[in-house]
């Protein structure tokens, strides 16, 4: 089973290399004209470029130098930022992954017990507060809540710094919790409606009023069926989380975070091919670590697949 | 305890559009059973939600239930219900395949209970002891503890939730048709434990079901129950033998297990035809997997003859009609229509050939364009014009003004009556009937196989009838086949097979069905 999954995410990988290779050089633009810049260009200086970066092959043989050097471990050289792309990116990972990492926490720490009790009490006003929140959440665009938080957080009740990393550690911390609110706001409207209605269904079934009719306590009723909702979640989360990946593009623009999505946007716009390549094959590979592990959660999850596993 | 028993004065439930349940009352005496008797919609349900406190949204009650140790008078506050629930009424669900959490194992939902209901704090291996226990008393080994709801078959697993309905030690339980969803030879296993365990702690017990023949021995008072009001009340000996209402004389001659075949069925039988067979089916087997379902079985369906196919759940007896009809692939064997012999799948049959009726009219019927419309796309297939829709109808017996309905307007059995309808269209030869009853009620049960009976004299049609139901199968079928385990274990004339079964198999089987029919 694993092995099939490896096997087909190494695919798609190459389907996807290939993808981005080519529209990168469909779309228009000349790195070279990038490259040199107001300089004035002397056709040696153009035919130098080219020939250092491979530019005068025909591109099936730029694709299959960029491809053989990646399989021996060498992603290339960024173009644009004159250093090879694993230091680039090894430069800007942990921002995003603290920023990732630090959104879908907030996501999940306010949206599943909201989600909760807003299908415990449906109708009541937690409920039609979560509701409300959810669609602006959902409809909100990100770029437009970072700006009004930064106003209001950082501009008019100035407690959040308005741009930047921050200096490390603790500090970084804290200039991350405005960008990760913004992320988490989209993400947890996602996470909130898919608890509510996974646990509005497991709410109607039997073995909750069973359990009622028991006399079991409330809490332990709804624990019951958050853990029968808790494989839907896990799916929907492990779904939105990818949400994660066009949304740090935005948040990171919005706030000047030095993170893959700056890097990602400035080197599209440089056709800066070896740190594009690289960022999307990261990642579709983040993607697909999310999915094997959700399928591995299920399986820790629901006693019915694991036996269905185990016969394999 | 002075006088334990349960009394209930008054009770009424009232639903979005007026009074669903008109007041009535009841007692119940220190270790006695009640049965309430009632087809579905007659109410009997919501009251027994309603004595649970677990009344669904939009339905409120009024009344008053007096057990040993409080009164309650309804509407209750959620504080009095949580201190009722669980330690003095226990309600016990129809089906043990939703009424466990799939992900929790049985030993920790009976735990819940036991602590839901205690008044301290148990340690771990009290906790289990006291699990082992109440499994014991329910027949089933402490390693069931240990096992997921999955793992376990129905009756096992109605055993569980008996386990842990009880655990709290109620006053009264209430069961809500504890074994309609369990197979014949389960069914009564299971009212004989609940009746064991009730008799045992001197528990009040409030029976519900559709079936008058269950609770013949297992309850000492009937209630009749038909439209939210109670029709007929007594001892259950006295309303078994002499009814007074009609409703309830029809509830008894509607039971399959008190009458024979019927009347129509009878005639039809000795006018068909069964010359040479239409469908013969040889040495068929199917495997899904590494698990053979079927294993080698033959079944011949003659023209104009109706087959029954009996047997319980993972049987294959399913399995043997999907594969005649294409919609499953045998892995070997060979089946014969007509004289020719048809390749496994859909492609090689024609739908004028054969059709089926599913058991669900629910899930079976599109809900969202009207019945004319669903019978008109499968006259289209037939290649016969719209105009026969009425015809149509008319020979399943509905109003032609049916055809603008949507299939939420429809009953149960009105539904079933359009899916065969729908089956017929394409005038087949051959219509398999896969558990098409099963899910309706015994009076709507008895005029669907009735319907089924003239459709057979009238068009000469052949019928496989599926069915886990050895008295459903007795009423309509001229042969029959019981299946278990994927093989044939008995065949022969369905009256024959019934009456003398040779098959230990089939023997228990007919045992199980008559221990919860009355026997006269």
Known sequence: ?312 | MTHAHVEVAGLTIEGPAGVVVAPFDFAIGRGETLALIGESGSGKTLSAKAIAGLLPSGFSARGSIALTTATIELPATDAIWRATRGRRISLLLQDPFTSLSPVHRCGTQIAMTIDAASDRRLSRSECADLVTQRLAEVNLPSDVARAYPHELSGGMRQRVAIAAALATDPELLIADEPTTALDASNQGEILDLLRRLQQARGMAALLISHDLGMVRGRAEHVLVMRHGEIVERGDTSSVLTAPSHPYTRALIEADPSLTDRSAAVERAASDASMLNDLVVATHVTKSFGDKAVLHGVSVAVGRGETVGIVGESGSGKTTIARCIAGLERESSGEIVFDGVVLAPGRASRTPKQMQIVFQDPYSSLNPMISVGRSLKLALRVAGRPASDLNSLLRLVELPVEFAVKRPAELSGGQRQRVAIARALAVQPQLLICDESVSALDVSVQKQILDLLAKLRVDLGLSILFISHDLAVVRQLADRVYVLRNGEVVESGDCHDVLNAPTHPYTQTLVAASIHEAPTH
Not at chain 1, 88 to 110: D, H, K, N, P, Q
Not at chain 1, 290 to 309: G, H, K, M, N, V
């Open chain 1, 1 to 312: 089973m694993l092995v099939v999954r490896v096997l087909g995410t190494i695919g798609i990988l190459l389907v996807l290399s290939i993808i981005v290779f080519s529209m990168l050089h469909l779309a228009p633009g000349d790195i070279v004209k990038n490259l040199l810049g107001n300089r004035p260009s002397s056709p040696d200086a153009v035919a130098a470029i080219r020939a250092q970066y491979h530019l005068d092959q025909p591109l099936y043989m730029q694709y299959l130098i960029w491809l053989g050097n990646t399989l021996t471990g060498d992603f290339g050289q960024s173009i644009r930022l004159q250093d090879s792309v694993a230091n680039v990116i090894g430069a800007r990972l942990g921002i995003t992954a603290a920023l990732s990492g630090l959104s879908f926490l907030i996501a999940l720490v306010v949206a599943i017990p909201l989600g909760v009790m807003s299908a415990v009490r449906s109708g009541s006003w937690i409920d039609r507060f979560a509701t409300g929140f959810g669609i602006v959440g959902l409809s909100a665009p990100t770029f437009a809540v970072g700006l009004l938080l930064l106003y209001v957080f950082a501009f008019y009740v100035p407690i959040f710094p308005v741009y930047g990393a921050g200096d490390g550690g603790l500090d970084t911390l804290w200039h991350l919790v405005l960008p990760a609110i913004t992320l988490a706001l989209g993400l947890g409207a996602i996470i909130l409606k898919l608890t509510r209605t996974a646990m509005l269904r497991e709410l109607e079934s039997d073995y909750v009023t069973f359990g009622r009719a028991r006399g079991l306590p409330d809490r332990q009723v709804h624990l019951i069926a958050l853990r029968n909702a808790a494989i839907p979640i896990v799916t929907g989360a492990s779904l939105v989380l990818t949400f994660l990946v066009g949304g740090t593009v935005l948040a990171e623009t919005t706030f000047a975070l030095p993170g893959l999505g700056t890097l990602l946007q400035g080197s599209v716009l440089f056709k800066d091919i070896a740190v594009v390549q690289a960022l999307t094959l990261l990642v579709a590979v983040t993607i697909a670590t999310i999915a094997l592990l959700a399928d591995l959660a299920y399986i820790f999850l629901d006693p019915r697949i694991r036996a269905r596993e185990g016969s394999q």
